[in-house]
T-cell receptor, first 112, second 111 residues
Framework: AQRVTQPEKLLSVFKGAPVELKCNYS??????LFWYVQYSRQRLQLLLR??SRESIKGFTADLNKGETSFHLKKPFAQEEDSAMYYC??????????????FGTGTRLTIIP | ETGVTQSPTHLIKTRGQQVTLRCSSQ?????VSWYQQALGQGPQFIFQ???????GRGNFPPRFSGLQFPNYSSELNVNALELDDSALYLC??????????FGPGTRLTVL
């Protein structure tokens, strides 16, 4: 069965410090990995996906198939990064028709 | 370009009742997926509709059913409501080659 694990429910980081949100997954096949973000009073939105290999708002994530991880990183945290972050996966063949499996989320708080 | 919309925003029902939730997909999107998000949990996939046909289903009982209309809007129906059905129900739309765009959700409370 496919599963996404986000071990930290809460994470507090000082402004300007590096951020790392952990995500581990289990999936028998070729998954596509995503990070979704939900800012206060806003809807869930895509932050980045592995296949795009983009850096969005300074965030990057590297897929490590050996460790089955997709950790989200940012070198210098900003106050506007405070939000709920969800790691998710889908079958890599379902591009555009993803059936997403989400982790339980990590609430990131940036301390000024 | 209009985003994904859902109605109603909030809903209160009692055990045993039936409920219908509605979703209008983003302009041009022909795929709609429904998710249930219980308090403190991540969204859980219920089912997906693509061009009016069910295109995958998660681990939910048959009393959760859906429809997609020719304009690609969608309904989620839940029969015989149980207390554990209380959750935020999210709709997401997409198109082959795009990622999923989520609506604001419908908060269902079952008493």
């Amino acid at each position: 069965a496919q599963r996404v694990t986000q071990p930290e429910k809460l994470l507090s980081v000082f402004k300007g410090a590096p951020v790392e949100l952990k995500c581990n997954y289990s999936y028998s096949g070729s998954p596509e990995l995503f990070w979704y973000v939900q800012y206060s009073r806003q809807r869930l939105q895509l932050l980045l996906r592995h296949i795009s290999r983009e850096s969005i708002k300074g965030f990057t994530a590297d897929l490590n198939k050996g460790e089955t991880s997709f950790h989200l990183k940012k070198p210098f945290a900003q106050e506007e990064d405070s939000a709920m972050y969800y790691c998710a996966l889908s079958n890599g063949a379902d591009f555009g028709n993803e059936k997403l499996t989400f982790g339980t989320g990590t609430r990131l708080t940036i301390i000024p | 370009e209009t985003g994904v919309t859902q109605s109603p925003t909030h809903l209160i029902k009692t055990r045993g009742q039936q409920v219908t939730l509605r979703c209008s997909s983003q302009s041009g999107h022909n795929t709609v997926s429904w998710y249930q998000q219980a308090l403190g949990q991540g969204p859980q996939f219920i089912f997906q509709y693509y061009r009016e046909e069910e295109n995958g289903r998660g681990n939910f009982p048959p009393r959760f059913s859906g429809l997609q209309f020719p304009n690609y809007s969608s309904e989620l129906n839940v029969n015989a409501l149980e207390l554990d059905d209380s959750a935020l129900y999210l709709c997401a739309s997409s198109f082959p080659g795009t990622s999923s765009y989520f609506g604001p959700g419908t908060r269902l409370t079952v008493l």
